[in-house]
């Protein structure tokens, strides 16, 4: 069982920058895919970004690409997610996702998933 842990959020002011964190408690020896979605109030949770097990393949959404980096070391985790030029329709939270596959990871269906963590900006 993998255990995921979220930091990194807060408030911050449009056209700022945050990184976030995914750390993880349990079992730690496999390799996972990794990714973040983000769900604002009253919205789907969405796919931000996904980084394959090795961290050599990365993909972003639209809506972040450009203005998002997620980066590891090599298989480890922890994952890594930095977020510049923020915009208020960044607000949600964010939410760490591990699994076999970029794949599953960017359709939503990764084996394990974090609390969250909140990020507003402020116009």
């Known amino acids: 069982q993998v255990q995921l842990v979220e930091s990194g959020g807060g408030l911050v002011q449009a056209g700022g920058s945050l990184r976030l964190s995914c750390a993880t408690s349990?079992?730690?020896?496999?390799?996972?895919?990794m990714g973040w979605f983000r769900q604002a109030p009253g919205k789907e949770r969405e796919f931000v970004a996904a980084?394959?097990?090795?961290?050599?393949?990365?993909y972003y959404a639209d809506s972040v690409k450009g203005r998002a980096k997620i980066y590891r070391d090599n298989d480890k985790i922890p994952v890594y997610l930095q977020m510049n030029s923020l915009k208020p329709e960044d607000t949600a939270v964010y939410y760490c996702?591990?699994?076999?596959?970029?794949?599953?990871?960017?359709?939503?269906?990764?084996?394990?998933w974090g609390q969250g963590t909140q990020v507003t900006v402020s116009s």
């Open positions: 349990g079992r730690t020896g496999s390799m996972y895919a």
């Open positions: 980084i394959s097990r090795g961290g050599t393949a990365t």
């Open positions: 996702t591990a699994g076999d596959t970029t794949i599953l990871i960017r359709s939503g269906n990764g084996n394990y």
